[in-house]
């Protein structure tokens, strides 16, 4: 009988193990979050970050080496932005590069943003460069590859957020998308691939973006029937003024007469006015700061939650995202081809995270 007990009690135990191995095994699925997502977009754009870590590129945290997509991650950041340029001369952000990029960042739990520049280089409001491959088409051939280009888009890379273009303040892919002087030809392309992402991925959501609130009126007036979700402003003090108070009231007229949510889709701030390369920075001198937020790291957190929380208290406010965090000087402390952003990075010049990234999380102390 004591011999019965001991095999019935041994086979229990057995069991008993097995099952909660079975448990282990399972153990890749995460418990539900206690804290759900409250939805507002914390994006960081980390671009750079192939580039970078193609050339050996290193990001800590707490002084230990660490997936830069995993330390945003654990700090709160639910969107990562990236750029897409059409065949560029560089060999980076590439569609392979970005496809592959952009399915990293899906894995990690992350959203992508993507910012198709319809250009083979950086567009912006200086410079929208219709990409070489599409500069002898017609008007007609022009719009279906931009379409079909479009949708090759939406099913490799599977954005959750398109920016149709990136800073069209006049435009994009000129000359025959130059708003001033082909308006009906802008509209036309940027309507054909509004309605192909409708068509075919009507969950993804669609952002126009304008540099700085300089004429920012004109421009989403002038795209008032265009079918779009979501208005993106970049903002910089260097380029856009010193005055939050000013950029708020912006946003917060943009997103009410055109019935949209409103973004600050770029922003960035130094953590010194140092430098850790021989390639000039953008912002080096004590004149180009914001009164109250100095250039330290103290103050570039302080800037970040100034930003968020500016968005967070706008009607219609809906997300923020820095942009250059991981252009580090990767490329040696002598460069002179190097970044001209080190200072502005979210990885200080030791490699490691800079507390900016405190104002990522889900709810702000």
């Not at 008993?16 to 994006?43: E, L």
């Not at 001033?180 to 691939?193: D, K, S, W």
Request: glycine share 8%.
């Amino acid at each position: 009988m004591k011999t019965f007990n001991k095999l019935f009690a041994f086979a229990l135990l057995a069991l008993t193990m097995v099952r909660c191995g079975g448990d282990d095994n399972n153990s890749s699925t995460p418990a539900p979050d206690p804290t759900p997502d409250t939805g507002f977009v914390r994006a960081v754009d980390m671009s750079f970050l192939p580039a970078a870590e193609a050339d050996g590129a290193v990001y800590k945290n707490n002084g230990v080496t660490q997936d830069a997509i995993t330390t945003l991650k654990e700090a709160g950041v639910n969107y990562i932005r990236i750029r897409l340029w059409k065949n560029p001369a560089t060999g980076h952000s590439t569609f392979n590069e970005v496809k592959t990029f952009a399915q990293r960042v899906h894995n990690a739990g992350l959203k992508v943003w993507l910012t198709v520049h319809y250009s083979d280089t950086w567009a912006d409001p200086s410079a929208q460069q219709i990409p070489a491959e599409w500069a002898s088409l017609s008007f007609a051939d022009l719009k279906t590859a931009a379409v079909n280009y479009t949708g090759q888009i939406l099913t490799d890379i599977k954005p959750d957020i398109i920016q149709i273009g990136n800073e069209t303040n006049n435009g994009f892919m000129y000359p025959a998308g130059n708003l001033t002087n082909n308006e009906g030809q802008y509209l036309q392309l940027v309507n054909a691939i509004s309605d192909k992402i409708r068509q075919q991925s009507p969950t993804v959501k669609i952002m126009l973006h304008h540099a700085g609130t300089n004429g920012a009126d004109w421009f989403f007036n002038k795209v008032a029937n265009v079918d779009y979700d979501y208005i993106g402003l970049s903002y910089y003090p260097i380029w856009h003024g010193k005055d939050l108070a000013a950029i708020k009231s912006s946003l917060t007229s943009l997103g009410a007469a055109h019935n949209k949510k409103v973004f600050i889709a770029e922003t960035s701030y130094p953590f010194t006015l140092g430098y850790n390369d021989y390639t000039n920075n953008v912002v080096g001198q004590s004149s180009q700061l914001v009164p109250g937020y100095a250039a330290t790291p103290d103050g570039q957190l302080a800037f970040v939650k100034a930003i968020r929380n500016m968005v967070e208290t706008t009607s219609g406010g809906l997300g923020f995202c820095y942009w250059g965090a991981e252009w580090t000087a990767w490329k040696g402390t002598t460069a002179t081809d190097g970044s001209t952003w080190e200072n502005q990075a979210l990885w200080g010049f030791d490699n490691n995270a800079e507390p900016a990234m405190g104002a990522f999380a889900q709810t702000l102390q």
